[in-house]
């Protein structure tokens, strides 16, 4: 299926993977697709990218004193449990019915307790989330840079409000420490102009320096010297990644 010509099944798609609601045959089927087009693999990666980032952001709250007391109950329940099991396990007399009674009804409240606090949790997370979701920006462009086996080891992102460039590594490759890595642009009909040196934190922004990369097909990343090279020598190491730079309504 080309989930290219279908952008909001994709978007929908991929949100899913990202959250972990996608699962079994269609999970599989999505991430057949997105090793096989890179459109799929780099809305998989921009959802990714944007729901840790989240997580990396998201202010500690502070739990309602009434969570501590469902969290107590449940521990007491589960130690209720574990007495109960190991009086099992002993040569011991049957229990008296008032006591299993008393027992039985610690266990049901413990199971209450437990379920009254899945609840709360998924219902803050969710509306958390959601916030999140509604108030993140958008992202127009992307690209993922991959090696001549395919293998993404970059996603880059631009941003044409703020003209900035999000650059986050996504495989294992790791420059020498006398070596840097460097992101060009790569225009039709015009030699490649450098977009800036890659420090080697796993996400890092750069302004687009260069100009605009919306006209842009294509991305690439060389391996230079340590602080990269003047734009107008070019690459003067291999080119390690490269990939088209995609238009995306998110």
Do not use: C
């Not at 900035?164 to 006398?178: A, F, P, S």
């Amino acid at each position: 299926m080309n989930l290219h010509a279908h952008p909001e099944l994709l978007e929908l798609l991929a949100a899913s993977h990202a959250l972990g609601t996608l699962r079994g045959g269609a999970r599989r089927r999505f991430e057949a697709l997105a090793r096989e087009q890179a459109p799929v693999r780099a809305a998989a990666l921009v959802w990714q990218s944007r729901l840790a980032s989240m997580a990396e952001l998201q202010s500690p709250v502070v739990p309602d004193p009434a969570v501590w007391t469902r969290i107590r109950n449940l521990v007491a329940a589960e130690q209720q449990q574990e007495a109960i099991a190991r009086q099992r396990a002993a040569p011991a007399p049957a229990p008296a019915v008032h006591g299993g009674w008393l027992r039985s009804l610690a266990l049901w409240r413990g199971a209450a307790a437990a379920g009254a606090l899945a609840t709360v949790i998924a219902t803050v997370v969710g509306l958390q989330l959601g916030e999140q979701l509604r108030n993140a920006p958008a992202v127009q462009y992307v690209a993922v840079l991959s090696d001549d086996q395919a293998a993404a080891s970059m996603l880059v992102t631009f941003d044409p409000k703020k003209r900035q460039l999000l650059l986050q590594r996504v495989g294992n490759y790791r420059e020498g420490e006398d070596k840097s890595l460097q992101l060009w642009a790569l225009p039709p009909g015009a030699p490649p102009r450098s977009l800036g040196v890659l420090g080697r934190d796993a996400a890092l922004r750069l302004p687009a320096q260069a100009g605009d990369v919306r006209s842009v097909p294509a991305l690439a990343i060389s391996l230079e010297p340590r602080g990269g090279v003047p734009s107008e020598r070019g690459p003067t190491g291999p080119v390690l990644f490269k990939g088209a730079l995609i238009e995306k309504t998110l």
